[in-house]
């Protein structure tokens, strides 16, 4: 008899951890979907937040161009051999990110004027 209720008892506790199991199982689905949208949330919102960056930068690269040629151009600044270099690498992060033909203009006339 005791080994019945012994028997029994087993049966209901391996019923119930498998119960238990696909239980736990379930909710780590349910939390794993869970974590996936929020990854999607997440990377959509760095995207965002990239593609804002990079317009901030490509608008601070055009006003800091056209506001250091415009000085060379008007003959009221004179730039060093550095200078010139950071101008020219201003322009070409600048096209990288698109840029506009304005700002190639601008440069080119002052490269072929011998002012950069």
Same mark, same amino acid.
């Given at each position: 008899?005791?080994?019945?209720?012994?028997? $029994?008892?087993?049966?209901?506790?391996?019923?119930?951890?498998?119960?238990?199991?696909?239980?736990?199982?379930?909710?780590?689905?349910?939390?794993?979907?869970?974590?996936?949208?929020?990854?999607?949330?997440?990377?959509?919102?760095?995207?965002?937040?990239?593609?804002?960056?990079?317009? @901030?930068?490509?608008?601070?690269?055009?006003?800091?161009?056209? @506001?250091?040629?415009?000085? $060379?151009?008007?003959?009221?600044?004179?730039? @060093?051999?550095?200078?010139?270099?950071?101008?020219?690498?201003?322009?070409?992060?600048?096209?990288?990110?698109?840029?506009?033909?304005?700002?190639?203009?601008?440069?080119?006339?002052?490269?072929?004027?011998?002012?950069?």
């Amino acid at each position: 008899m005791i080994e019945l209720i012994g028997m $029994i008892a087993v049966a209901l506790l391996s019923l119930i951890g498998v119960i238990i199991q696909k239980n736990g199982n379930s909710k780590i689905e349910l939390l794993n979907h869970q974590i996936e949208e929020l990854r999607k949330e997440s990377k959509s919102g760095d995207d965002k937040l990239h593609s804002e960056m990079i317009e @901030t930068k490509v608008s601070e690269l055009k006003r800091f161009l056209i @506001t250091e040629m415009s000085k $060379i151009e008007q003959k009221s600044f004179i730039p @060093t051999e550095n200078e010139k270099r950071i101008l020219s690498e201003a322009k070409d992060e600048y096209n990288f990110h698109g840029g506009d033909s304005y700002v190639d203009d601008m440069y080119e006339k002052l490269k072929r004027e011998n002012l950069i």
